[in-house]
């Protein structure tokens, strides 16, 4: 873990340092559909929510994001019928706050990396850290607008134990 934050503190440092490449990199704002599947084995639970996604260029293919949302992990199947008949909740929420880098290459390509926390709206609930690697594609569909899909990996840890999912987020993201 000590590797993985130490390089995105270099990789924001070489961003600073080459910061008087920014032409042609736009501020975005970006609002999106997030969904997930859980990585455990025999999970029924879905994930369904939506982010809002900033990003501030650093150099020509690099920029520094921030993101906020809200997850809903809701039970399926057998799972919540059984929740629902010993009369508990079938779904929680989550609200994920992190940063990171996001590196185009390829032209629409980009590859990206989040660090932050996965904060728990439930009583009593935890928070947990979240480390979310992304691979993803931005498509133009305007002069500073553009359609973005991100697939990536989401893990929380904390509390002597680890949660992952595959999620997919869908967004539209206009220039600043």
Known sequence: MKKVL????????????????????VQKLSIGAEFGLPT????????V?????????????LSLTGSAGYLSLMATGDA???????????S????????????YF????????????AISTETGGS???????????SFSVADKSSLDFGLRYENWSGNGGSTGFIGLRAAFAFGL
């Open 127 to 137: 928070t947990l850290f979240a480390v979310a690697p992304t691979l993803g594609a």
């Open 6 to 25: 130490l390089s995105l503190l270099m990789v924001a440092g070489l961003g600073f340092a080459a910061s008087a490449q920014t032409e042609g990199a």
């Open 92 to 103: 929680y929420g989550v609200v994920p706050l992190k940063a990171g880098a996001k590196y």
């Open 80 to 90: 919540k019928d059984l929740l629902k008949a010993l009369g508990q909740k079938t």
């Open 49 to 61: 929510g939506g982010s809002l996604q900033y990003e501030h260029p650093v150099a020509k293919s």
């Open 40 to 47: 455990e084995k025999n999970s029924n639970t879905l994930i």
């Open 106 to 117: 390829g032209g629409n390509f980009y590859g990206a990396g989040e660090l932050g926390a």
